[in-house]
């Protein structure tokens, strides 16, 4: 998708929507709320029948509401058996083949965990994951983003470092930026020239594509010593969004903005008027 600006949604259905558990309702409350985009969440697993994906697709397309999607979060790419690789593997092709139906164009998932293994081992597994997993979604010809998102806590695979190296090894890969969670991580990364220092390293690391196409979460959020512990609202947490924002701007930044406070649309709105004030 080619975008002349920065799109903001919800992760998941709006708060507000009457009936939360729809998503094709949840489009609408999304064009409703002057919001732009919506992420599925399959956090839970994948378990949406085919005919509502494609009801949802339409309503996407006629509203003009693009989709984004989130994989499950028992997905470990560096589990002890190979079972539970394979089985990582594929609810990440499954929420693949669903999020296509529906028309989303980008899917992130946290990747794996490095459950006390050197990270340079990790990265080579999950690196050989996605490139099995890219070779049979082409297969299936699926053209959808693989996001593998920067995690929260410092037990997760997914340091920025890490997203930077796996995008220029799978070519189906890019980032998932989660600022919130970037924040979280490193106690670090919350001012506005730490904000545009990412960005800088994105762009020179990547390419001036990686800005003008991203997938970013934000909300509010708690951590301790070992990362993230909570979402929470923007206003009750010392995340620095406004900076963040600015930074996005300065840089000219395009693609999605997904919000994952509690209140969701809330924040997305507040993080839209912001932007756009600018």
Known sequence: MNFDRILFGTAGVPNSTPRKNNPIEGVKQIRALDLDCMQLEFAHGVRMKEEVSSSLRRASFELGVPLTSHGPYYINLNAR???KIDSSVERIIQTAKISDLCGAES????????????????FDLVEKSLNVIEERLGRLDIEIELRPELTGKTSQFGSLQELISLTKSVNSCSPCMDFSHLYARTGKYNSYEEFTGVLTDLKNELGRIC???????ISGISSNSKGDLKHLNLESSSFN?????RALKDFDCKGYIICNSPNLEVDAKMLKDYYLSL
């Open 81 to 83: 058996e190979q079972d």
């Open 107 to 122: 899917m992130t998932f946290h990747a794996a965990f490095y459950m006390k293994d050197s990270p340079y081992d990790v």
């Open 211 to 217: 800005l003008d196409n991203m997938h970013i979460h």
């Open 241 to 245: 969004w406004k900076e963040l924002i």
